[in-house]
Every structure is written in C-alpha cells, then in structure tokens.
C-alpha cells in the first residue's frame, strides 16, 4: 500500500554526496553481492594451483619426485608407536616412515634385507646375528641407526625394560631373552626357544621396525602422533581428522632398495575419510587418488573408465561360528547339519555383491604355509543336513544367531536364518555390540563373526585354543590335541612340517564341526588407471603407499 | 538456571562410562593387549574408582579447565576438543548468518507483499526448505556442485591458515545446514511482520507519507525481530548438533564427528568432553539470546523493573 511518490531523501552524508538514494544505492550492492557471492568461487575454482583435483601425476608422469600422492584412510590415526598401533591406518603410515631389518616385497609374501646388511640365523632358530647397513639416518637429527636402535625397538616390545611398556604386540616377541649389542652396527638376537613366526610376521612386521631410542626417550608420549624413523618420508604434520602430511626425507639411507625402487613422490597426504559415501565422492573428484571403497560400490567404478579397482584378497576371515557348549549346539552332528544346510554362495552373492572370496577353512591361500588345499567343500544340501539332524534327535530347534555390526553380517544372518527354517529350525537374528557381546560369552550360540589375521597361521589357531575360551574363542572349544598341535607348531621350524601340523589343526576343526567358513575378506581400492598401486597384504596396512607409481 | 542445567549434564556425563555396556578398555586397547596392560589402563583412567568419585574428579578437572585425558594416545581432551572446535563452531555460525542474511529479508518481502503470487510462492519455498533435512540437503549439493559440476571440494575443511582455500571448503556445507532455517525465518518473520504491521505506529507512519520500504525495514522489522531473535537462538543450539550429519558427509572435522566416533570407539573421556562443550555453548546462546531479547524489546525490561 504505498501511497507516497514522494522521493525519500538520503540522511548520510556519504550516500547524499553520490546523490543516488537508499534505494538505488542497496540494489547496486546487492548486485554486487550476488555477483561476488557466484563469481568468486568460480575464479577460484578455475585456479588450478588451488584445485585439490589438479595433482600431477594424474595422467603425467613426473621426474625425480615431485608429485603429491593423496590417499584415503578408513579412520583417523590413533597411536604410530609400533608397540601400541591399533589400527591399519597406523602401519600405512608407518609403512613410510620406519624401516625394519627385514622387510616384505610387495605382491607376495617374499621377505628381504632392509637395515640389515647380513642376517643369519642358527640352526636351532635361537639365535639370530644381524649386521646394520651403516650411514643409514634418523629423520629429525637422531642420528644414525646403530644397534642399541635395534636392541631398544625389540626388548620394549618383549617387556624387558624396567618398567614393563605392556605393549599390545608383546606375543610377537614372546621368547625373547633379549638382543646383545656386539658393536656400533652388530648385535644378536637371543631367544629363549624357537620361534617359527619371527621371520614371518615379527621381523618383517610392524614388531619388527626399528625406531630410534635418542627420539623415544626425548619425545615421551608425543612419538604416538609424531613418530620417527629411518624411512623414505618423514611423518610432517597432522591435522586431526583431515590429513597426515609426510614429506620426502632427503637424507634417506635407502636401506629398502630391495624391497622396491626410488619413490617418486615428493609428499604423500593421507586423508582420514570415515564415511564410505563421502570417500566413494573424494575418489570421483579426485581429491583423493586411491581408496579403499564399499563392496557396493565397485561396480560403479569398474563400470567407468576413468578408474581403476584393484583388488586384494587378504588373510582376514569370516565365519559362522557355534558355541560347542550350548546344550542344542553340543552334539556334534548338529552342527554337522548347520554347515551342510548353509548356502555360502550366496552369502557372498548378496553379502559382498559377489565381491570377496569364499572361503572353506581357516588358513587363506595366499599365506606362506598353512593353506589346506583339500579342504571340503560344503554346498547346500538340505536332505543330507535333515537326514544328519534326524540321526541327531533333533526337532524344532530355536536358536539365536548373533551378529555385530560389519560389511554384509546382516544379510548372512538372515540368509542363515531362511536356511535353517528349512530344517524346521527357527532362527532369530541379534544385532549386538561388540563389547556386549564379548560379555556375555556363555550365552552365544550362532554367531557371524569376523577377524583379521596376518602372515603366519598361528596368529590365526591361536584364538581357537582352550586358553582363548571367555576371550576370543567364541565357540568355548577345546580341543586337547588342537591346543598341543598349535603350541608345537610355534617351536617347530621346518615348513613342511609346519604346513602339515596347520593342515591337521583345520582338520580337526572340520572334523569337530566348529565353523561354517564363509569369506576371506577382500579389499577393493578405486583409482585413476595411471595410478600403480603396491599391495603388501602380509602387513597390517595392506599397501605400500611409497612404492605407488604412476604407469 | 543455567548453573543446574550445567551440574545435572555433567553429572549424567560423569556416570556415562558406566552406564553403557562393554569394557571400554578392551575395545580401546584391541584382542592382543594382555590383561595387565588392561589393569593398568583401568587404573589410569580410575576406572576402579567408586562412581561418585569419578564424577567429582570430573567436576574438579573442568573447572580447571582439564577435562582428561583420551583412552586411546592419552593426549589432553582439552586440546583434541579445542582443535575441532572451531570448525563446528565456525560452521554453525556461518550458517546461522547465511540463514539470516536469507530467511529475513525473505520473510520481510512476503510480509510487504501479503496474499499475492510473490507471497504464495515464498512460502512454497520457506516449507520446502524447512522439511529438507541437512543430510539430504548435504548430499544433493555435494552431487551438483562437487561432483558433477566440480566448482567446489567434496571433502575436508581446508587449512584455516589459508582463509580462501578454507571459505571455499565452507560454502557446501554452511548452505546444507542453513537452508532448513531460511524456511524457518522466513515464515517467523513473515508472521510476526504481519502482526506488527497492522499495529497502529505503523498506520501512523504511513499517514505521515514514509516510504513503504523504510517502514518495513526500519520501524516494522525491528519489533518484529524480538521472536525471531529467540528463534535464531534455539536455531544456533540445532545447528551445533545437525553439523554432526553434515561433517559426515563433507569430512570434515568437528566436534560432531569427533564425539560420534569417540562413541564408537568407547573413547569416553572425548565422548564427555565434547558433549560437554556443547552444552555449555547451547547454554551460553540460550543466555545470549534472553540477554538480547531483553535489550531489544524495552517492555521485556520495563516488566522485569516494575516485578
């Protein structure tokens, strides 16, 4: 309702200078504004020095190291201290900054020199003489690496200093008596008994890295998030829950040589991205040149060909576990009838979206020994499972099928659950936390279960044994000969024999029905096709991230 | 007031750890680490303390400005929550002024223009907005501009060293947030404008011949701002809270993601920590918003001197 045409006249002095009135001079702003507000993101976006997507070795093949490498972590990094690493994400990164005397070579399970020039052990696989590489350095002015490094990275771990560190990777270490220092490079490694995984997953694993005592005992606690090492990059800066920065040490001793060739990057950024969505758009964007990616999503990317998935079986496992003391689950040929009525296919089809191994026992193929290549294979067969449960006295069973939450449980529980009802048992599905579900051991009965595991099958039998029972033995099994089979395979160092004792272990497990083996999990990573990824499953960080090349 | 809203949360925040079921200390500490490292980190933590202890112990810790240490790497809580804080807090601001800047003039515009098509089609749009959740909101931005268009970063915060770089990462994610209170201001304004218009000040103003625009925005506007401030104020409160799906799906850091992940990690003196800083930031907008409520409205104070 305006009835005025009178002109408002303008109060400022300012505006009354320029002699145009409110109303003209607030429309010419809000151009201004809205225009600003569209265009400076514009121009800026069009700035490639500050597009994150503009990283040179997408399609470029840069000389001498000068390209940034960005990639994708599951989750921020908690604790870097070898001897408290928690989490993959931490050995990724310390896969760059730290060096061990041995090492993997990436796409197998073959282990090499790093820090150690000469490595020899004695026949009865008790003591181990090593001699350093010399001239190799610390970042950050530590020094070289000498062999009180070396005897200071080991006995922390085994618990021999005063006081006790109570490092989580203590078993690793577990026969230690300690390590002798012979000289400025020379020392030996003496061990109380045999220990078949030192040079499969101690030495060459995360336990394994020599870290640098000087560093340690000046930064205290601050080394968790800002560690040092004699590696290829230096551990820069960390921004929590956005990046890790690790720069290229100048001063690299190159003791990984053999491993793999000169890295090409002159800064690896880590980004911490949790959530699978987002981490599926940073790789689309190519804010991140590499990543890990959902199962449901690899089809995605297979299907467009500017990227590239890479896949990597690892040893990690997962199964559908009874609890053997359980008054339905204690007859053996129960739990014979439950395996044999299970559709595994299709678990994997409509758990994994077909994308993941399945798996018929315990030890993965690719580990170095252990593998049962004749174990059996369990299709559905529900006449034979009903004929099993009739032979049992067994009717109208209810059962509870526990899971927690992870990557496809719900699905194979419910699969599960329809597989069963065929055999007139009722299933009834809980989703569980983890920690309750630890509580309250005696309770299970089904469960889906997965755990990780690395390059030596005793890591794996381990949790099987009667010691694990109200801890990670989950199915409360106890088995003496399994338990004496597993505690002699760890002394016992010829590899055929070894192989054969592992071979028995999962025989008895198959015999004594106390899995129905379902997936080894199967990381899948997207990427540019330029981009060569270097995957090293043996370790806890499944990926080399230095040795990355652009083709 | 203020004072026991802050007692009863950190009270309640105190007995969390034991409230909720699992050992936090295994799950922190992983299958490999031996019962005497368990011990010993229970012990640290005062795990074993009694309960009322515990809380009393956290009482005294925060009013020193110590809010504990973390399971995980035992750095300070303080220092974790203050490095994420001003992400979220930076973000919930922007916001805020991103959905002021927007939903009052908005709001003014459909009051000065009631019942015609303009109207209609503003409050068309104010509802849409308000019953888009930031998530969705999130998520179809994030498609358009960052990944389709590829105008603006999808993930991260950018370096707040680098304020352009940082402004760049912001305007996704600030837009997500704001656009549900664009509706909401806009319809408050739209209403209590309506309200205020009709009052006799206003008929005056107009026999005096003011233009329509200086009335509305000068005279009108400022009574009817008084409902819309409280508003603003409850608004800054969600706004700290809904940035959790929003820092999720732009990755970036804040105290919203770092307590949802604290959570699942049972690392529970974050998980205090945190919640309680966003209490205390809910409580100290609430008593901003009462303050300037009663410096903006003179019968507010007026009332609360003849009490």
Not at chain 1, 371 to 376: F, I, L, Q, Y
Not at chain 1, 418 to 424: F, I, K, M, S, V
Not at chain 2, 29 to 47: F, T
Request: charged share 20%; hydrophobic share 45%; net charge negative.
């Amino acid at each position: 309702m305006d009835g005025s045409q009178q002109r408002w006249v303008p109060r400022s002095p300012v505006v009354g200078r320029l002699a145009i009135d409110r109303r003209e001079f607030l429309r010419k702003v809000g151009i201004v504004g809205v225009v600003a507000g569209v265009g400076v993101p514009l121009l800026t976006a069009c700035d490639p020095a500050e597009d994150p997507g503009a990283t040179p070795e997408n399609g470029e093949a840069p000389e001498g190291g000068t390209g940034i490498l960005n990639i994708r972590l599951v989750q921020d990094i908690e604790n870097l201290d070898p001897a408290f690493m928690p989490a993959t994400v931490d050995d990724a990164v310390m896969l760059c900054v730290a060096e061990g005397l041995v090492g993997f070579r990436p796409g197998g399970t073959d282990v090499v020199n790093v820090l150690a020039e000469e490595f020899e052990s004695s026949d009865d696989g008790q003591t181990h003489e090593f001699q350093l590489r010399e001239g190799i350095a610390f970042h950050g002015d530590y020094g070289e690496v000498t062999a009180e490094d070396v005897k200071f990275s080991f006995e922390r771990i085994a618990g021999l200093t005063d006081p006790p560190i109570e490092s989580t990777y203590r078993d690793d270490w577990a026969t230690l008596e300690g390590v002798e220092v012979t000289g400025t490079y020379t020392g030996v490694i003496r061990l109380s008994e045999p220990f078949a995984p030192l040079m499969l997953t101690t030495l060459p694993g995360h336990a394994g890295l020599v870290i640098s005592q000087a560093a340690w005992e000046e930064r205290g606690e601050d080394v968790a998030t800002d560690p040092i090492g004699s590696g290829p990059y230096e551990f820069v800066e960390w921004e929590r829950g956005q990046l890790i920065l690790l720069r290229r040490f100048p001063d690299w001793g190159e003791a990984s040589l053999e491993i793999a060739d000169e890295p090409q990057w002159e800064e690896i950024r880590l980004r911490p991205i949790a959530d699978d969505g987002a981490a599926d758009i940073a790789v689309e964007t190519g804010e991140v040149d590499f990543g890990l990616v959902s199962h449901a999503s690899v089809d995605r990317f297979t299907g467009d060909d500017s990227f590239e998935v890479t896949q990597q079986t690892t040893f990690d496992y997962g199964w559908v576990g009874f609890n053997v003391t359980d008054e339905a689950l204690a007859d053996v040929n129960v739990r014979r009838a439950i395996r044999l009525a299970l559709d595994v296919d299709s678990m994997i089809e409509a758990a994994f979206e077909g994308h993941t191994t399945r798996a018929h026992a315990l030890v993965a193929p690719d580990m170095p020994i252990g593998h049962w290549d004749d174990a059996p294979t369990y299709d559905r067969d529900v006449e034979a499972a009903q004929a099993l449960l009739d032979e049992a006295g067994v009717s109208d069973l209810t059962l509870e099928m526990s899971i927690v939450e992870e990557p496809g449980s719900r699905i194979i529980a419910e699969i599960v659950q329809q597989n069963l009802a065929e055999l007139g048992i009722t299933v009834n599905i809980n989703l569980r936390e983890r920690a309750e579900m630890r509580e309250n051991l005696e309770n299970l009965q089904l469960f889906y279960f997965s755990f990780s595991n690395s390059a030596d099958p005793s890591w794996a039998t381990v949790w099987f044994t009667s010691d694990q029972i109200g801890e990670w033995n989950f199915m409360s099994w106890s088995n003496e000969d399994f338990d004496q089979l597993h505690e002699e395979a760890l002394t016992e160092l010829d590899e055929d024999e070894r192989h054969d004792m592992y071979v028995r272990m999962q025989e008895i497990m198959d015999e004594e029905a106390v899995a129905a083996w379902v997936m080894y999990r199967t990381h899948h990573y997207a990427h540019s096709p330029n981009l060569e990824p270097s995957l090293l499953t043996p370790r806890y960080g499944k990926y080399l991230a230095w040795d990355f090349r652009t083709a | 007031m203020t004072l026991a809203v802050v007692v009863v949360v950190m009270t309640f925040l105190g007995v969390l750890v034991h409230l909720i079921p699992g050992d936090p200390v295994e799950t922190v500490l992983g299958p490999r680490a031996s019962p005497a490292l368990a011990e010993r980190v229970r012990a640290e933590m005062g795990l074993n303390d009694p309960v009322p202890a515990q809380v009393v112990d956290f009482f005294r810790g925060a009013a020193r400005g110590d809010l504990g240490r973390d399971f995980v790497n035992n750095a300070p809580v303080t220092a974790i929550v203050g490095s994420h804080l001003p992400h979220t807090v930076i973000l919930a601001f922007t916001a805020l002024a991103a959905a002021a800047l927007l939903g009052i003039p908005l709001g003014v515009y459909a009051a000065t223009r009631p019942d015609t098509l303009m109207d209609r089609v503003t409050s068309l749009l104010s509802v849409s907005f308000i019953t888009m959740p930031s998530y969705v909101a999130g998520l179809l931005l994030l498609l358009l501009f960052a990944v389709m268009l590829g105008w603006l970063p999808a993930t991260g915060a950018g370096s707040l060293s680098d304020p352009g770089d940082y402004l760049r990462h912001l305007i996704l994610p600030a837009t997500a947030l704001a656009i549900t209170w664009v509706g909401y201001l806009a319809r408050i304004v739209r209403t209590s404008m309506l309200e205020v218009m009709g009052a006799n000040y206003i008929r005056a103003a107009r026999a005096l011949g003011l233009r329509e625009r200086l009335i509305a925005y000068r005279y009108a506007l400022k009574n009817a701002v008084v409902p819309t401030v409280a508003l603003l104020g409850v608004s800054l409160g969600d706004l700290l809270g809904g940035a959790v799906f929003v820092e999720l799906i732009f990755s970036r850091p804040g105290l919203g993601s770092l307590i949802v992940n604290a959570i699942a990690n049972r690392n529970f003196p974050i998980v205090r920590g945190g919640v309680l800083v966003i209490a205390l930031m809910f409580v100290a907008a609430n008593l901003a918003t009462d303050l300037t409520y009663r410096f903006l409205d003179p019968r507010v104070r007026v009332e609360a001197e003849a009490r």
